[in-house]
């Protein structure tokens, strides 16, 4: 058995972590800390793990992460980085589902997340965990940064054009929608129902911070820097992420066929058949990305649908689906979930 932490376990990543974790074949929890509820039965908070999840939270300083075989962190972003070397020299590996490993060029990333970086050191041998990208790299890491949502449905949705050199990479746009889960589990003004209910907006126009994280990736693939644009909007609803994405084609190229050779072996990714509309619905609750690709009236530019749950494939159970990868298991262990409709 895995013997599993999860820190931060009172968040909405960390519910759902719980949530796929408890019913894992291959895991014990070991513990979910939290200073705040120590000593609280998770249960008690969530009532929907009742029968599920029989531990209570811990104060991360007690000592029992030490002695998991793997510690999430589902904390908000300068948390892990504070906490990881201690867990790594102890031989616990530590999956972050936070940003504080994400980025490679650490001035990057702390003119974007308003802090000095804690661990400089380790930010070179996090693992990015996009398994569709990087999986063997995946299985030989101590540390994985686990990708953010829209990071997940942008890279996922432009990578076979940017591999397969068909398209102009200094002119992608993503313009993508979110769920109000999406902005976690805290009180904000933005997020009340009177405010995000029958509203339609978007944000972070001059700038958001997944968006180095989601140009470092689409430089990897193409092997140069890309042009994007990013433009994040906030929908009313609970859960979901839509990507719209749009490039501009520079060989005659047979999307759907392309689509289909690039992800016919990736369990979590499905290619949808020609001319399909992918609803985030469709993915409510299951860590898949359902795409679909179109070519308007014969074109000259590949519009690409990418849709998923930004609280499974997009945090929650990517995280697992990298725990699968480092601990050599099948990559859907666990993982075999159905979408809930309606």
């Known amino acids: 058995m895995i013997n599993v932490g999860i820190v931060g376990g009172t968040g909405y990543t960390g519910v759902e972590l719980l949530r796929i974790l408890c019913a894992h074949p291959h895991v014990k929890l070991k513990a979910v800390t939290s200073r705040k509820e120590a000593g609280m039965p998770v249960a008690d908070m969530f009532p929907s793990l009742r029968g599920f999840v029989d531990i209570a939270f811990s104060d991360p300083d007690s000592g029992e992460l030490n002695q998991c075989d793997v510690v999430f962190f589902a904390t908000p972003n300068g948390i892990a980085m504070q906490q990881a070397q201690a867990l790594l020299d102890a031989g616990v590996k530590v999956i972050d589902l936070a940003a504080d490993f994400r980025i490679k060029d650490q001035t990057v990333w702390e003119k974007w997340y308003g802090m000095t970086h804690a661990a400089p050191k380790l930010i070179a041998e996090a693992v990015y965990g996009l398994p569709e ?4 790299k995946i299985k030989g890491a101590r540390l994985v940064a686990n990708p953010g949502c829209y990071p997940t449905a942008v890279q996922l949705g432009f990578l076979p054009l940017i591999e397969a050199g068909v398209v102009d990479t200094s002119h992608l746009i993503a313009d993508c929608k979110s769920g109000v889960s999406g902005a976690g589990r805290k009180a904000e003004v933005h997020a009340l129902l009177a405010e995000a209910g029958d509203n339609f907006k978007a944000y972070g126009v001059a700038g958001h911070r997944h968006l180095p994280e989601i140009r470092q990736g ?4 193409h092997g140069a820097d890309v042009g994007l644009t990013f433009t994040p909007h906030l929908l009313p609803m609970i859960r979901g992420i839509h990507a719209t994405l749009y490039a501009k084609l520079t060989k005659d190229v047979d999307l759907q066929a392309l689509y289909e050779a690039r992800y016919q072996s990736e369990p979590f990714v499905d290619v949808l058949p020609a001319g399909s509309h992918p609803e985030t619905r469709s993915v409510r609750g299951a860590n898949v990305c359902r795409i679909a690709v179109h070519r308007p009236q014969g074109g000259d530019t590949a519009v690409i649908l990418a849709v998923e749950d930004n609280l499974v494939k997009g945090a929650a159970g990517q995280a697992v689906q990298n725990m699968n ?16 409709l309606p």
């Open 218 to 221: 689409l430089s990897q693939m």
């Open 133 to 136: 990208l990087n999986r063997e």
């Open 325 to 340: 990868i480092l601990f050599d298991l099948p990559e859907t262990t666990g993982l075999q979930l159905v979408p809930l």
